[in-house]
């Protein structure tokens, strides 16, 4: 995987009229006619990519998405452990027959 990024790029843009706001235009990077935004045309413009690290940024993504995890699979083991406590609380005394 290369870390080098280019300084511009090209990109193509789809003008729309906005389906909420009539009067509005939008731009997208795609036709949005399929979602209901009337296609108005395209151009392909030249942007400046913004300095940063790639690498560095994917790392930072990753790292969020595991504190996402972390949280989400935290929040399941304490319910599973509350459970757990609830259930061992319960004296199980199977119906018909006598304490021994």
């Keep these: 995987m290369s870390n080098s990024i280019p300084e511009t790029m090209k990109v193509e843009i789809h003008f729309h009229v906005d389906k909420y706001t009539p009067g509005k235009i939008q731009v997208f990077t795609s036709d949005m006619s399929n979602a209901g935004y009337p296609h108005l045309g395209k ?6 990519v913004p ?20 949280r989400e699979m935290g929040s399941q083991l304490h319910n599973i452990e509350q459970r757990i406590k609830e259930l061992a609380a319960i004296e199980y005394k199977p119906e018909g027959r ?3």
Excluded: F, G, H
């Design 43 to 48: 151009d392909t413009v030249i942007v400046a």
């Design 51 to 70: 300095e940063c690290d790639p690498v560095k940024a994917e790392i930072d993504m990753l790292e969020t998405k595991a504190d996402q995890v972390r």
């Design 98 to 100: 006598d304490s021994e």
